[in-house]
T-cell receptor
Framework: AQSVTQLDSQVPVFEEAPVELRCNYS??????LFWYVQYPNQGLQLLLK??????LVKGINGFEAEFNKSQTSFHLRKPSVHISDTAEYFC??????????????FGQGTILTVHP | GAVVSQHPSRVICKSGTSVKIECRSL??????MFWYRQFPKQSLMLMAT?????????EQGVEKDKFLINHASLTLSTLTVTSAHPEDSSFYIC????????????FGPGTRLLVL
């Protein structure tokens, strides 16, 4: 079984400042990693995903994440945030094979609040 | 892009009644759909996995007789909350996985259920 820990429940930041949302996972097998964003009263939207290959993954809206296998981390970053980035962000993992293949395990979520 | 819809978006019902939530993949065929539940300020928890034409697989602790799932076609899955009680009040979210893009799930906008 896998698990995901998002280290910060809330992250306040000023507009145009950089931001990092932290995510650590644990799994005994290879995994695929995802970041989703949830705006108020909306469903989840995929920001980016890591399946294989380059450990630096670029997603939509200027976000990127880096897969670090040795530290079992998949932190999300954006060099300059906008007010519109205010939302809740979820890190998720699924095993790349086996009985749990395709089943997403989510972290607790990080609420990003961008202040003017 | 892949679009998943849910109906209704909100529902209020009396305790003891049953509620049906529909999840549709609008522009692709979804061989697998997932049902999640999200309590306030918590992460998404997988309830069950639904494969077209077969019985759903429920996660540990989820009552299959209370949460009836039907996946009768490649574009529709339904979740029926039977004899709903106030503790069933939650945000129910479905997702669908495409055959050609198996590692990514597309999420519906969710259904907010309030049981009085």
């Amino acid at each position: 079984a896998q698990s995901v820990t998002q280290l910060d429940s809330q992250v306040p930041v000023f507009e145009e400042a950089p931001v990092e949302l932290r995510c650590n996972y644990s799994s005994s097998v290879s995994v695929y990693l995802f970041w989703y964003v949830q705006y108020p009263n909306q469903g989840l939207q995929l920001l980016l995903k890591y399946l294989s290959g380059s450990t630096l993954v670029k997603g939509i809206n200027g976000f990127e994440a880096e897969f670090n296998k040795s530290q079992t981390s998949f932190h999300l970053r954006k060099p300059s945030v906008h007010i519109s980035d205010t939302a809740e962000y979820f890190c998720a993992v699924t095993e790349s094979g086996g009985t749990s293949y395709g089943k997403l395990t989510f972290g607790q979520g990080t609420i990003l609040t961008v202040h003017p | 892009g892949a679009v998943v819809s849910q109906h209704p978006s909100r529902v209020i019902c009396k305790s003891g009644t049953s509620v049906k939530i529909e999840c549709r993949s609008l522009d692709f065929q979804a061989t697998t759909m997932f049902w999640y539940r999200q309590f306030p300020k918590q992460s998404l928890m997988l309830m069950a996995t639904s494969n077209e034409g077969s019985k759903a697989t429920y996660e540990q602790g989820v009552e299959k007789d209370k949460f009836l799932i039907n996946h009768a076609s490649l574009t529709l899955s339904t979740l029926t909350v039977t004899s709903a009680h106030p503790e069933d009040s939650s945000f129910y979210i479905c997702s669908a996985k495409t055959g050609g893009n198996w590692e990514t799930q597309y999420f519906g906008p969710g259904t907010r259920l309030l049981v009085l």
